[in-house]
C-alpha cells in the first residue's frame, strides 16, 4: 500500500522560512512527477508547484520567486522550501505524486493527508 507522509509544517512569523518534506512509501515501481497542493481556509485546494522525475519544475504564479521544490528520488522524497512566508500562505499543504506500481502498467495518483502551514502577521 502506498503512503505519501508530509512533514515541516508548523506556526511561523511572516517572513519566515519553511522547509516541507514528503516521503512515498510503499508498493513503488516508479515515481513520476510529485507536486504540492495547498488549501486555505474556505478556498478550493490550489496548485502550488510541481516537480517532474527528471527535475523540470512549475510553479503558481503566487509562489514564484518565494518556493522553491526539489526532489530526491533515492528517498522518494519531494521537498519544498518557503521562504519570506505571509500571512496569505496559511493553509494546509498537501503531497500529491504519480506512480507506477509493481506489475502495473498505469500511474496512479496518490494525495498525502497535508500538513498545516500558519503565517501569523
Known amino acids: 500500500q502506498v503512503q505519501l507522509v508530509e512533514s515541516g509544517g508548523g506556526l511561523v512569523q511572516a517572513g519566515g522560512s519553511l522547509r516541507l518534506s514528503c516521503v512515498a512509501s510503499?508498493?513503488?515501481?516508479?515515481?513520476?512527477?510529485m507536486g504540492w497542493y495547498r488549501q486555505a481556509p474556505g478556498k478550493q485546494r490550489e496548485l502550488v508547484a510541481t516537480i517532474t522525475r527528471g527535475g523540470s519544475t512549475k510553479y503558481a504564479d503566487s509562489v514564484k520567486g518565494q518556493f522553491t521544490i526539489s526532489r530526491d528520488n533515492a528517498k522518494n522524497t519531494v521537498y519544498l522550501q518557503m521562504n519570506s512566508l505571509k500571512p496569505e500562505d496559511t493553509a494546509v499543504y498537501y503531497c500529491?505524486?504519480?506512480?507506477?506500481?509493481?506489475?502495473?502498467?498505469?500511474?496512479?495518483?496518490?494525495w498525502g493527508k497535508g500538513t498545516l502551514v500558519t503565517v501569523s502577521s
Open positions: 510503499g508498493s513503488i515501481f516508479s515515481l513520476n512527477a
Open positions: 500529491n505524486a504519480d506512480l507506477v506500481e509493481p506489475g502495473q502498467w498505469y500511474a496512479m495518483n496518490y
